[in-house]
């Protein structure tokens, strides 16, 4: 087993954490190695019951929580990331087994992930109040910040940790205790993370994480948007459990945050760099197979530099080395399971019946493996333009104009990542202006860092995580109004 060669075998754990305890669960279910099939471990399976008790342990602990001066969070959440950085091998690996991703690249995403944590504790410790200048001389306003109270986390699979820290970070920050419910795809990264922050000294009751199957995840998604207690519920995942919860969420009222799906466009206008056109879309298509919220999912390529940019990034395509995350070299693993397979399979055979020319790729190697694909005279009728494809297939339009590019990027309900590359500062100011998406990257195919507000408009989502946004979800805002002075 790729996990039998931990330096830490501690940091392995398949029982839940709830109330500062490891609680196992006489049903388990497999975690499984998407490159080989095979099983990594047998993780507790739990449901409503275990929601409720991590829900109750997280409101017990939320007073002293709250209470402790911020600088004493902060000095939590800097030991926890001291912790993970020192462990980024592991972790890394752990992430490697279980959900495919090149080892470099987990590791890129422990380090990305525990950066949220060195973030927040330092934005821990900058929540100010206001004090608002009185129109009535008997009175003075005040507004103070106060941590929401408890709150919940579910998170996806393609970033096992980062979408965990994200979220957890600014809130534990901001005073409020949280209970996750990961991906049942991907608990094993959640786990070890927790275990880390048992060992910086995290209060009992403070973080739980709950693990379940897929049909136990759906019955604590219920308790937790039931709950009168849980005052905010965040989610990263797809528009359709969005949806959902967000309709759970209704009788209580409770606050969300939601990162849903994406459609990102990647327009390349004629005045571009072709060849870091070339690159950036090779990052942004590619990474994680493709299985990300902000991969380019439609390329939009001016007339007059299509063909250069078709050619060029096919041969780069072409070199792509798809394999087990583990082996050296590797630039792309598995996708996670035989759905993605199967959807994309859907999209490029829709693409070709209408008339897309394959340049590169187009089919399974085995088992998980998918080949970096690229179509050409790809047109808005094909799945491919309204349909996050969520794996490595790149399927480029033609444009004449730039209103046309704008229109076309546009002509979608998601509103996540975007990006375009030119050289001319007119069009860039234009452009980054006119296109109704959260995050725009302009000559780069890499955009997410700690410090930027990431989310989307539209259909993609409410509310920014990260930056000194990230905090403001898990602060409620109170008006103190102070007579007879
Ligand atoms: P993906 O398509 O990327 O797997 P999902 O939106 O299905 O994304 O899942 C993301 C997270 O949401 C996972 O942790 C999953 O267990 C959880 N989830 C899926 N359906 C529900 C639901 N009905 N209620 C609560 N959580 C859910």
Redesign the pocket.
Known sequence: SPLASLADAGLLKTDALIDGEWVGHASRFAVNDPATGRELAQVANHGAAAAEQAIAAANAAWPAWAAKPAKERAAILMAWFRLMQQHADDLARIMTAEQGKPLAEAKGEVGYGASFLEWFAEEAKRVYGETVPTTDANKRYLVLKQPIGVCAA?????FPIAMITRKVAPALAAGCPVVI?????TPLSALAVAELAQRAGMPKGVLNILT?D?PN??A???V??ASDVVRHLS????T???R??MK?CAPTVKKLGLELGGNAPFIVFDDADIDAAVEGALASKYRNAGQTCVCANRLYVQDGVYEAFVEKLAAKVKGIKVGNGFEAGVNQGPL?DDAAIAKVESHVADAIAKGAKLLAGGKLIEGRFFEPTVLANATSEMLCAREET?GPVAPVFRFKTEAEAIAAANDTEFGLASYFYSRDIGRIFRVGEALEYGMVGVNTGLISTAEVPFGGVKQSGLGREGSHHGIDDYVEVKYLCLGDI
């Open positions: 579910i998170t996806p699979w393609n419910k990961p991906a049942e795809q379940a897929g995840s759906i604590i998604g219920n937790l948007c989610f990263t995942g797809s359709e459990v969005g959902i919860l759970q996670i969520f």
